[in-house]
């Protein structure tokens, strides 16, 4: 017995000194880590904090608690137009930073047509399949030139009725709730009804039918559970966790059965509908047997393409709409011009919604204060290096504009955060006299990766607040002060609801 418990002594301590040892290495492997960051790695000389540096725990833990990007503005505050974020990762307020890192790369130095995308925040589940925001630069210009022409100008007026309907349900809903401004309405979750709508019909060939049932459509409500579990997956990924993330998507894979369950249903009845539908999604069905593209992928496309085309329009109305009425300066422009332009609200349409310039002031300074996508349009620099803003980068570095640091860097914009929508009336050279930077506004992005929907955008924003401003008087409900402050963003904006007043406004017309 003495033995024994003197053998189990021994392996105890064993089991105890290789622990420490193990202990040891792995302190000694993170020291080692954090001096040749500090010291050694080549981005050493860019400006940044030192623990940002050292360490990429805390920009993912910035990301995971949805406050990175404003965080990372006032590291712009401090440091100036670029920012070391991480061991390996800068970002950029400087605007020519946005034709280098994003734009067409021909001539020069340049090997490689464009930087490609950081696959840390794009394939962080590895399993998922690829979409037109994911693919790599080969797929993702097949996928773009199958697209273009249901984003066309032709095919948008094809559109239009389709557009107009929901549009003509959303103000029919409103008139019907407002209860002539005695009731607070959640504008957000109105908009959001809509856009949904309209893309579900231009993608699915199918309403979401929000706006019918006045309620969010469980898909929606998914969606935006699994974009938050997205953004744990890329600061996991991001911290050198990448195998954790594929179990932990193993694991709780199993809770995105619903989800699939809608999209296999929604996808298979769009694909029996008439052929040559002219929206949004044609383009690739129309290739689905040329390029063997599977049934997953169609589904991760057709859902990508719903998602980028309606949450962020409605997080621009929503922004433009809190913006106007905490402004009543502004809105009073806006009234004006909107009610002087038109006899009744049958007369707003694509077309005519184009000509109002204040509108699209409104909306452009509504883009720059609350951009749909605040950040993580991370790119990686090609082998060999590159130039950005003026200095030389080597590869394998992570590199980005950050919209909400560029949109607030008191180099690019005077009075950076105020709401000044006159600021976008002015030409470029008078703009610069007067402190802005227009072109450091690049909410669609630019280059080949740049948004495919961006008339769409304009034109369905436009449309949809022109109605409203004709329509109603609107008013911000206290409860919405400080709408856009009390906010987080887990890639996309984690909105809370905007609640406003309607009055409808009484018009006397001559009989
Ligand atoms: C205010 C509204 C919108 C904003 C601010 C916006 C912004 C952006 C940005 C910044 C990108 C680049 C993403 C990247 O580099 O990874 C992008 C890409 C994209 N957007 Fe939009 N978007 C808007 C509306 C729309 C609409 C209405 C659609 C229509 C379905 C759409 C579809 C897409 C698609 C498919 C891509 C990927 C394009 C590609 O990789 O070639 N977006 N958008």
Same mark, same amino acid.
């Given at each position: 017995?003495?033995?024994?418990?003197?053998?189990?002594?021994?392996?105890?301590?064993?089991?105890?000194?290789?622990?420490?040892?193990?202990?040891?290495?792995?302190?000694?492997?993170?020291?080692?880590?954090?001096?040749?960051?500090?010291?050694?790695?080549?981005? &050493?000389?860019?400006?940044?904090?030192?623990?940002?540096?050292?360490?990429?725990?805390?920009?993912?833990?910035?990301?995971?608690?949805?406050?990175?990007?404003?965080?990372?503005?006032?590291?712009?505050?401090?440091?100036? @137009?670029?920012?070391?974020?991480?061991?390996?990762?800068?970002?950029?307020?400087?605007?020519?930073?946005?034709?280098?890192?994003?734009?067409?790369?021909?001539?020069?130095?340049?090997?490689?047509?464009?930087?490609?995308?950081?696959?840390?925040?794009?394939?962080?589940?590895?399993?998922?399949?690829?979409?037109?925001?994911?693919?790599?630069?080969?797929?993702?210009?097949?996928?773009?030139?199958?697209?273009?022409?249901?984003?066309?100008?032709?095919?948008?007026?094809?559109?239009?009725?389709?557009?107009?309907?929901? *549009?003509?349900?959303?103000?029919?809903?409103?008139?019907?709730?407002?209860?002539?401004?005695?009731?607070?309405?959640?504008?957000?979750?109105?908009?959001?009804?809509?856009?949904? %709508?309209?893309?579900?019909?231009?993608?699915?060939?199918?309403?979401?039918?929000?706006?019918?049932?006045?309620?969010?459509?469980?898909?929606? %409500?998914?969606?935006?559970?699994?974009?938050?579990?997205? *953004?744990?997956?890329?600061?996991?990924?991001?911290?050198?966790?990448?195998?954790?993330?594929?179990?932990?998507?193993?694991?709780?894979?199993?809770?995105?059965?619903?989800?699939?369950?809608?999209?296999?249903?929604?996808?298979?009845?769009?694909?029996?509908?008439?052929?040559?539908?002219?929206?949004?999604?044609?383009?690739?069905?129309?290739?689905?047997?040329?390029?063997?593209?599977?049934?997953?992928?169609?589904?991760?496309?057709?859902?990508?393409? *719903?998602?980028?085309?309606?949450?962020?329009?409605?997080?621009?109305?929503?922004?433009?709409?809190?913006?106007?009425?905490?402004?009543?300066?502004?809105?009073?422009?806006?009234?004006?011009?909107? &009610?002087?332009?038109?006899?009744?609200?049958?007369?707003?349409?694509?077309?005519?919604?184009?000509?109002?310039?204040?509108?699209?002031?409104?909306?452009?300074?509504?883009?720059?204060?609350?951009? @749909?996508?605040?950040?993580?349009?991370?790119?990686?620099?090609?082998?060999? /290096?590159?130039?950005?803003?003026?200095?030389?980068? @080597?590869?394998?570095?992570?590199?980005?504009?950050?919209?909400?640091?560029?949109?607030?860097?008191?180099?690019?914009?005077?009075?950076?955060?105020?709401?000044?929508?006159?600021?976008?009336?002015?030409?470029?050279?008078?703009?610069?006299?007067?402190?802005?930077?227009?072109?450091?506004?690049?909410?669609?992005?630019?280059?080949?990766?740049?948004?495919? /929907?961006?008339?769409?955008?304009?034109?369905?924003? &436009?449309?949809?607040?022109?109605?409203?401003?004709?329509?109603?008087?609107?008013?911000?409900?206290?409860?919405?002060?400080?709408?856009?402050?009390?906010?987080?963003?887990?890639?996309?904006?984690?909105?809370?609801?905007?609640?406003?007043?309607?009055?409808?406004? &009484?018009?006397?017309?001559?009989?």
């Amino acid at each position: 017995m003495a033995k024994l418990a003197e053998a189990s002594g021994v392996v105890t301590s064993d089991v105890a000194a290789y622990g420490i040892l193990a202990a040891f290495l792995v302190v000694a492997y993170a020291v080692a880590g954090v001096v040749y960051n500090l010291y050694f790695h080549p981005l &050493r000389n860019f400006p940044g904090p030192r623990l940002h540096a050292a360490s990429k725990f805390p920009w993912a833990i910035q990301q995971t608690l949805g406050i990175q990007p404003f965080e990372t503005q006032k590291l712009h505050d401090k440091y100036g @137009p670029v920012v070391r974020v991480g061991p390996n990762h800068l970002s950029y307020t400087d605007p020519r930073a946005w034709k280098d890192i994003y734009g067409h790369r021909v001539g020069g130095e340049s090997h490689v047509a464009e930087m490609a995308k950081s696959h840390t925040f794009t394939r962080s589940l590895r399993k998922m399949p690829t979409t037109i925001a994911s693919a790599d630069r080969e797929e993702h210009s097949r996928f773009r030139r199958a697209l273009a022409h249901g984003f066309s100008d032709a095919s948008m007026r094809q559109q239009e009725p389709l557009i107009m309907q929901y *549009v003509d349900l959303l103000l029919d809903r409103l008139h019907r709730e407002c209860s002539d401004g005695k009731k607070k309405l959640n504008m957000e979750a109105w908009y959001n009804w809509t856009t949904f %709508d309209i893309v579900g019909d231009l993608v699915f060939g199918q309403s979401f039918n929000c706006l019918e049932d006045v309620a969010n459509h469980p898909w929606i %409500d998914f969606i935006f559970k699994m974009i938050k579990f997205a *953004v744990l997956t890329i600061s996991v990924t991001y911290v050198g966790l990448g195998e954790a993330v594929q179990w932990m998507y193993a694991v709780g894979g199993g809770s995105l059965k619903t989800v699939m369950k809608y999209n296999n249903d929604m996808l298979t009845k769009r694909l029996s509908m008439e052929k040559e539908r002219q929206d949004l999604f044609e383009g690739i069905v129309q290739k689905r047997e040329e390029w063997n593209i599977s049934f997953e992928k169609l589904v991760s496309n057709a859902s990508l393409l *719903v998602l980028a085309g309606s949450e962020t329009t409605a997080t621009t109305l929503s922004g433009v709409t809190y913006l106007l009425l905490a402004h009543p300066e502004a809105l009073k422009k806006l009234q004006e011009e909107v &009610r002087s332009s038109f006899k009744s609200a049958d007369e707003i349409n694509i077309n005519s919604a184009n000509s109002l310039t204040y509108m699209l002031a409104a909306l452009n300074e509504a883009l720059r204060l609350y951009p @749909p996508v605040a950040s993580g349009l991370v790119r990686e620099v090609p082998l060999g /290096g590159a130039k950005i803003a003026g200095r030389f980068v @080597p590869g394998g570095t992570m590199v980005e504009v950050q919209q909400w640091s560029m949109n607030h860097s008191k180099e690019n914009w005077n009075d950076p955060w105020t709401f000044r929508p006159e600021r976008f009336l002015d030409t470029l050279e008078e703009a610069a006299k007067a402190g802005n930077r227009l072109d450091a506004l690049q909410a669609f992005s630019v280059g080949p990766r740049n948004c495919i /929907g961006r008339n769409l955008a304009y034109a369905e924003m &436009r449309v949809i607040l022109a109605r409203l401003v004709y329509d109603f008087d609107m008013k911000l409900s206290e409860e919405s002060t400080d709408w856009i402050k009390r906010q987080k963003v887990f890639a996309l904006w984690d909105r809370i609801p905007l609640y406003v007043s309607l009055t409808p406004v &009484r018009r006397e017309f001559a009989s």
